[in-house]
């Protein structure tokens, strides 16, 4: 059974940076595709950024474009590192895996972490 386990979530103040993990386990599934989504308090989920393994080819939300980077680790991991974090970032932040990228749809992902918490205060 295929697993994502998200970690590096925390408490931060605005401006500060974070860098979020989240780690395949189970058989040998290599996704083409790997994502980060968040829930604000209150909201809707919505989509962060993704990567296509292969290439490295990567999409970002315009909210945090310039300000967020997702990197890989040969389809074992993905990471999120983000900078100049602000309030509005405050969110449950989810990891999510599917075989291609199709623009940011959660609903295209097979597979999602139990998601990790970041709170970023003025």
């Known amino acids: 059974q295929v697993q994502l386990v998200e970690s590096g979530g925390g408490s931060v103040q605005a401006g500060g940076t974070l860098r979020l993990s989240c780690a395949v386990s189970?058989?040998?599934?290599?996704?083409?595709?790997m994502a980060w989504f968040r829930q604000p308090p209150g909201k809707e989920r919505e989509p962060v950024a993704h990567?296509?393994?292969?290439?490295?080819?990567t999409l970002y939300a315009a909210s945090v474009k310039g300000r967020f980077t997702i990197s890989q680790d040969n389809a074992k991991s993905v990471f999120l590192h983000m900078n100049s974090l602000k309030p509005e970032d405050t969110a449950m932040y989810y990891c999510?895996?599917?075989?291609?990228?199709?623009?940011?749809?959660?609903?295209?992902?097979?597979?999602w972490g139990q998601g990790t918490q970041v709170t970023v205060s003025s």
């Open positions: 990567i296509y393994t292969p290439s490295d080819r």
């Open positions: 999510a895996a599917s075989n291609s990228c199709v623009a940011l749809l959660s609903r295209t992902y097979n597979f």
């Open positions: 189970g058989y040998t599934y290599r996704p083409g595709c």
